[in-house]
């Protein structure tokens, strides 16, 4: 008699037994969706383009499995696919197209970029505690206070800028630090090599989870600096439109891939079969609208800080913490703010803008203005605003595709309108001149 199969030997078989929609041989549903490194072999944006799906029909666009089941051949199942609560063969070739763009081993669709912080927050036990900054999205604020109240979670924020006041709130209970970068409102750098390196050397235990929102694998990969998990919003850059909410989860660590499978095939926050088709389109599209809108936005700070504007933008040289940023970043992003030391004149401001849409959130193609502290942050108490230093008066700007002539000339009316810069005879050379810049100051 043949000697027994050993588990290895057993999994290898399986994998080696199905061919999936990609031609990929894998074990039955529940099966890692993206057990592959992710070694890139083209540039990012060609990379972000080209998908090898071996569909049956060669759709060059993989379709929609509307399907909540799916058939088994034998009795006992085993199938790749049973149900779509575990596995979908759509959100299985996003996952693992991300897998690819991030430079991980292993991604995770979800319904929403808090969804992706719920699944990974959900590695923490009663106890443990968490660093964190204190210049966070409002929804992260909120989650990790729920988790504080009702968890027994221990949340430590910290300035995370300083890597010093990270380092003395390590201890061995520390079982994560996380962090965004740059910090929204107030883009504020995050040394993400440094924090990684102290983290782990102070508690090897410790996971450090970076939230990649704001830049997208486009301009920075947190795993390629040393953090375990890095999530993002896939409603914001990686969809770019505005019409979906999703989230991403990326790491390169098996066993950490497969905790958080757990969860999201427990509790059944897997991005919908149609969602990950917007989010697998809007994708593909990622390099060149993020280069328009950074290109936008480069020009838009670089206006309003020439008329005497605080403005916080890592593309400008004037960023405490420009060297910081380019050493990590491939790219200054599309989101920055602006101060004007008066919040009724930034209220008037917002309100004036026509071009730029009275929205929260960021990433999508059209540019957005924003009051941070009444919409986006209203939900961080005033007196924790107050002690994060978040100036009430600041206006955060999300740039989109549009053409920049018509971006700034929109700003500059509602400047002028709301009485923030005087209108002078400039104002209405920059309109007819090309390329003309008013000389008209801040007030
Ligand atoms: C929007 C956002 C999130 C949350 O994502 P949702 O898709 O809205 O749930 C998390 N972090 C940052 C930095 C964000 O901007």
Known sequence: MAAPQTPAQASKKALLSRVDLDGHALPPSPAPSSPHPGARRYALATELVYTDSKDQYGASSIPIYQSATFKQTSSSGGNEYDYTRSGNPTRTHLERHMAKIMNANRALAVGSGMGALDVITRLLKPGDEVITGDDLYGGTNRLLTYLKNNQGVIVHHVDSTNVDRVKEAITDKTAMVLLETPTNPLIKIVDIVSIARISHEANSKALVVVDNTMLSPMLLNPLDLGADIVYESGT???????DIMAGIIACNNPELGDKMYFTINSTGCGLSPNDSFLLMRGVKTLAIRMERQQSNAQRIAEYLEEHGFKVRY?????????????????????????????????????EAARLWGISVSFGCVNSLISM???????????????????PEDIIRLCVGIEDVEDLIDDLRNALIQAGAITFTIDDIHAKNVDGEESSSSAA
């Open 372 to 390: 941070p502290c009444r919409m986006s942050h209203a939900s961080i108490d005033a007196k924790t605003r107050q002690e994060r230093q978040m």
């Open 236 to 242: 914001k850059y990686l969809s770019g439109h505005h």
């Open 314 to 350: 890592p593309g400008l040289k004037s960023h405490p913490q420009y060297d910081l940023h380019w050493s990590m970043a491939r790219g200054a992003g599309a989101v920055l703010s602006f101060e004007t030391q008066d919040v009724a004149l930034s209220e008037r401001i917002v």
